[in-house]
């Protein structure tokens, strides 16, 4: 099925591209990618969707893993109902079993 691009994803899309040229993302530090999933710059259209009218929808949940080098397990991190950027969302925190031998 093809991707049909309307106004609400463009423009998400492009303030997406804004925040990672302003600050690239690194593999060791997820606050970039907090910082596209939390956003809410643009009042129509934010990435983090809150049902604030005129906008019907809301983000029920924002996960990220974090991948850790060596045997260490990844880590899963669920901010439940809350934007990841506010400090005051409930984090769930849990490691992932990593499958017998597999190594990064």
Known sequence: MPLVAD???????ARAKQIVAAAPPRAANLTTLWAVLGDTHDARYPLYRDATPPDDSATAAT????LRS???????LVYEV?????????VVRSEVPRPQGAVL
């Open 82 to 90: 809350g934007n990841p950027l506010d400090g005051k969302t409930k």
């Open 63 to 66: 996960a990220t893993f974090q």
């Open 70 to 76: 060596g045997h260490a397990p990844p880590v899963l």
């Open 7 to 13: 106004a609400s994803s463009e423009h998400r899309l």
